[in-house]
Nanobody, 126 residues
C-alpha cells in the first residue's frame, strides 16, 4: 500500500516562498510519476506539476512555470515542490499524488494518479 504524507504548508504573504514535501512509502517507485495538484474552494482540482522518479522528467502548469520547481530525493523517497513568488491565487489545498504511468513519463490529470496524500493548506495573503 502506497502512503503519501505532505508537509510544509502554511500562511505566507504575496512574494514569499514555501517548500512542500511529500514523503512516499510502501513500494518502489521507479516506474512512477509524482504529481502535485491543488484545489481551491469551489474549484476543481488542478494540475500544478509532476516529476518522474526514474529520470526526473518534469512538467508544470503554465500558471506556475518559472515560479515553482519540483525535485526529488530518490534515497529518501521524497518529492519537493519549491514555490517562489507566491501569489494570492496560489491559495489552495495542495495534494501529492503517485501514479504508475511508466518510466520517464509524467501525467497531468488526476486520473493518472492512483494514490493521494491528505493535502496541505497553502494560504497566500495580499
Amino acid at each position: 500500500q502506497v502512503q503519501l504524507v505532505e508537509s510544509g504548508g502554511g500562511l505566507v504573504q504575496a512574494g514569499d516562498s514555501l517548500r512542500l514535501s511529500c514523503a512516499a512509502s510502501g513500494r518502489t517507485f521507479s516506474a512512477y510519476a509524482m504529481g502535485w495538484f491543488r484545489q481551491a474552494p469551489g474549484k476543481e482540482r488542478e494540475f500544478v506539476g509532476a516529476i518522474s522518479w526514474s529520470i526526473g522528467t518534469t512538467a508544470y502548469a503554465d500558471s506556475v512555470k518559472g515560479r515553482f520547481t519540483i525535485s526529488r530525493n530518490n534515497a529518501e523517497n521524497t518529492v519537493y515542490l519549491q514555490m517562489n513568488n507566491l501569489k494570492p491565487e496560489d491559495t489552495a489545498v495542495y495534494y501529492c499524488a503517485a501514479g504508475n504511468v511508466g518510466v520517464g513519463v509524467v501525467g497531468t490529470t488526476p486520473a493518472a494518479y492512483a494514490y493521494w496524500g491528505q493535502g496541505t493548506q497553502v494560504t497566500v495573503s495580499s
